[in-house]
Nanobody, 127 residues
Framework: QVQLVESGGGLVQAGGSLRLSCAASGRTRSGNAMGWFRQFPGKEREFVAAINWAGTTYYRDSVKGRFTISRDNAKNTVDLQMNNLKPDDAAVYYC?????????????????????WGQGTQVTVSS
């Protein structure tokens, strides 16, 4: 049974940085994509960033230039470096993994297309 475990959330002042990490325990499928999503209270989960097995990255427009996703395929980990955080970034952040057909496939931005999820980590940004 593969599990995703996130770490690195917390409280930061606006303009500060946090680094989220996600580690997959157990045997994961080679070629999968990994991603980060977030959820605001009372809202649906939304796409933040994703990276396919080949290393191509994808971001939602509001985080481009501020967030960087990276992965280590050998260690089955994915990180999200978040810089210049804004109060609007405060949410619960979730790590996800899914296989989209090939190592170079473009991952879906729809959270319903991802089947493996972590438990979530809270990010709070004070103004």
């Amino acid at each position: 049974q593969v599990q995703l475990v996130e770490s690195g959330g917390g409280l930061v002042q606006a303009g500060g940085s946090l680094r989220l990490s996600c580690a997959a325990s157990g045997r994961t499928r080679s070629g999968n994509a990994m991603g980060w999503f977030r959820q605001f209270p009372g809202k649906e989960r939304e796409f933040v960033a994703a990276i396919n097995w080949a290393g191509t990255t994808y971001y939602r427009d509001s985080v481009k230039g501020r967030f960087t996703i990276s992965r280590d395929n050998a260690k089955n980990t994915v990180d999200l470096q978040m810089n210049n955080l804004k109060p609007d970034d405060a949410a619960v952040y979730y790590c996800a993994a899914e296989y989209f057909g090939s190592m170079r496939a473009t991952p879906s931005l729809n959270p319903e297309a991802w089947r493996l999820w972590g438990q979530g980590t809270q990010v709070t940004v004070s103004s």
